[in-house]
């Protein structure tokens, strides 16, 4: 299994080139302090996106060792932990049909959560050779998953990841199988 040391990470998506990026506001207070990851929860987890560049250092990541394999991957910037949102997947890989609503079921977002709430931000990360992982929720099974378009031209091109900079960046969601190798992530050492 692999094994990241400490150290700051960018997690890229090997078919759009995005890094794994979090938006939102640097926690505040104790882990857990937020109450949760939902609107209803009293505050909403910032949501989690495909960037094409580390703009102010919100694409660096580390992994922090739980045991039995298992990591919190937590945003050096905000120190919000990767979160996955939704139902555990259901049947074989493949199933839902896709990602999108269009495919008859949308699969649910990624956020940056201030705390492991229901197990939700515990991740593995499973070896596909090449250098590419699949990065896998414990508690829902589902993959880390790129959506949107590959990045153009130079990093940094799309001036931002927010949709007041000309362009929004897509999301990162959990999906139930690597539909168009979109659930293939490099983990780069910084």
Known sequence: MASFGDGKYFIEN?????YLFQDGEKLK??????????????????KCVGADANYYNRAYWKFVPQGEDKYFI?????ERYLFQDGPKIEGD??????????SGFESPKCVGADANYYNRAYWKL?????GKYFIVNVETQRYLFQDGPEIKGERGSEGGWL??????SPKCVGADANYYNRAYWKIISQ
């Open 93 to 102: 890989r493949g199933s839902e049909g896709g990602w999108l609503a269009s």
């Open 163 to 168: 949709a007041n900079s000309g362009f929004e």
């Open 29 to 46: 207070g104790e882990r857990g302090s937020e109450g949760g990851w939902l609107a209803s929860s009293g505050f909403e987890s910032p």
């Open 14 to 18: 090997v078919e759009t080139k995005r």
């Open 74 to 78: 937590e945003n050096v910037e905000t």
């Open 126 to 130: 499973e070896p596909q050779g090449d």
